[in-house]
């Protein structure tokens, strides 16, 4: 698995399948089209038909290959035949992106046991056994590698996002474990993106939209493409000798909210250079 001294074949996936689940919108789109124009062979994974046609036509458009395939990662029984799609289409499984999730809110004296089966369903017990599934063919392929979308939510505490935020942290605990137990043959690691935009609940609200770019230190919330070079990195042999570990993707978020102040004296100083322009 050991990459060589070319880079760029290092973060080559040319003929590599890679299951990439939530592929129907947002960052899974964005996933399924970058790494397909890098040459992957993708199965994008998702439960509404719809969505999956507009991704495998994003893919198109850019000369990638997809397969799609409608499944609810929830419905353990879905779980098999995801994994026998892609090796009947493919004939091989080289990469996992567990990137579907429930990102469900509400505050813990709200909440009831159903609300937490849902969740951790989707978020923690699908992505696992979907692996699980996956295993034999990941460890045949000799660079099999599994990803874990969590968030960089994981080191924040933040109200109404109990389950979303422990569910995510179980993967990431689920991730060290997978880590151990399947080294040397697959390599096991968690993406973590921060304030990416998104597709939930109609989108970023202008005012959560200001708040968090001001709270974040690169000041800006990232485009859906800006994940596809961080997954590229984890599904090549870019990372070959990376295992059990977290890629956190996040304007530097977790590291604390950005300077106020800064903030305020570079708009100053944007604006005082507006008005000097002729």
Do not use: C
Not at 101 to 119: H, N, S
Not at 139 to 168: D, E, F, H, M, P
């Amino acid at each position: 698995m050991a990459p060589g001294t070319d880079p760029r074949a290092a973060f080559d996936v040319t003929g590599r399948v890679v299951i990439i689940t939530g592929g129907g919108r947002g960052l899974g789109r964005a996933m399924s089209t970058g790494l397909a124009v890098a040459g992957a062979r993708v199965v994008a994974v998702g439960r509404t038909q719809g969505d999956l046609d507009d991704t495998a036509a994003a893919v198109a458009a850019a000369g990638g290959d997809v397969l799609t395939v409608r499944a609810d990662v929830s419905d353990y029984d879905a779980l098999p035949g995801i994994v026998e799609a892609t090796v009947a289409h493919y004939g091989a499984v080289d990469v996992l992106v567990n990137n579907a999730a429930d990102p469900y809110g509400a505050l813990v004296t709200d909440l009831v046991p159903e609300d937490t089966e849902r969740v951790y369903r989707t978020n923690v017990h699908g992505p696992m056994f979907l692996a699980q599934h996956a295993y034999p063919y990941l460890r045949a392929s000799g660079r099999g590698s599994v990803v874990n979308v969590i968030s960089a939510a994981v080191w924040i505490g933040t109200s109404s996002q109990a389950l979303y935020r422990g569910s995510k942290a179980a993967l990431r605990g689920v991730t060290r474990v997978m880590a151990k137990e399947w080294a040397p043959e697959v390599r096991v690691n968690t993406l973590a993106p921060g304030p990416f935009e998104t597709t939930y609940g109609g989108g970023w609200t202008d005012d959560r939209r200001a708040s968090t770019t001001a709270a974040t230190p690169l000041a800006r919330i990232a485009p859906f493409a800006e994940i596809v070079p961080h997954v590229l990195y984890l599904a090549s042999d870019a990372s070959a000798f990376v295992t059990g570990t977290d890629l956190v993707v996040d304007g530097g978020v977790t590291n604390g909210p950005g300077n106020p102040r800064f903030v305020q004296a570079r708009a100053a100083m944007d604006e005082a250079s507006r008005d000097r322009r002729p």
